[in-house]
Structures are given as structure tokens and as C-alpha cells.
Nanobody
């Protein structure tokens, strides 16, 4: 399994970004796909996750209403649409995957992408 995250960059507060995670190496119909982030000096934290089959989603309280996770079945790609970005959203964002319906705990996810940096200036 390979996960390739992209789409990060430098934006101003209030702007939007869309992150992509291209997944390959198997079929993901029974997998949970997640986005996590890690800011400098902080632990990796859950952002959002989606069950590939059925599209059940869950969000961290800090991003609820601003971020949207979705998947493109045909392209095996998971997206994270981030609106109304805040400086506290600055972090390296990682996509992750694992079998079954997973929760918010990083160790539940078996596969990780390399991360993409999002910087939000005030």
C-alpha cells in the first residue's frame, strides 16, 4: 500500500486549501482513510476520517464545519477540503489508512503517507 499526500502550501488566514491523498496497492473498499496533522513540538492529532465504503465520516471538534473529507472511488483518492483556515491549522498533514472502521487513534492505522506541509499566516 502506498499513500501519496499533496496539496499543502502557504496561505493566509481565511483562505482554503484542498489536500489530496492518492492511494494504491490494493482495493480500499473495506478500509478507513484518515487525515492527521502534527504541528511543531506537538503530538500527531486526528483531523478527519472516512470509511471508504459508505462514506461515514468523523471530524475533530477543532475542524468541524470548516474541513470536509471525501473520496473519489474511481481515482482511489481521498481529499481534505479545508476552508476558513486559521494559523493554528499550521502543521504537516498526513493521510493514513487501515482495515475496518477505525477511530481517531493513530496507532490503529497501518499505512501512512509522507505528509504535506500546510502553513497558515495571520
Amino acid at each position: 500500500v502506498q499513500l501519496q499526500a499533496s496539496g499543502g502550501g502557504l496561505v493566509q488566514a481565511g483562505d482554503s486549501l484542498r489536500l489530496s491523498c492518492a492511494a494504491s496497492g490494493r482495493t480500499f473498499s473495506s478500509y478507513t482513510m484518515g487525515w492527521f496533522r502534527q504541528a511543531p513540538g506537538k503530538e500527531r492529532e486526528f483531523v478527519a476520517r472516512i470509511l471508504w465504503s459508505g462514506g461515514i465520516t468523523r471530524y475533530a471538534d477543532s475542524v468541524k464545519g470548516r474541513f470536509t473529507i471525501s473520496r473519489d472511488n474511481a481515482g482511489n483518492t481521498v481529499y481534505l477540503q479545508m476552508n476558513s483556515l486559521k494559523p493554528e491549522d499550521t502543521a504537516i498533514y498526513y493521510c493514513a489508512a487501515g482495515p475496518g472502521l477505525l477511530t481517531t487513534t493513530p496507532r490503529e492505522y497501518s499505512y501512512w503517507g509522507q505528509g504535506t506541509l500546510v502553513t497558515v499566516s495571520s
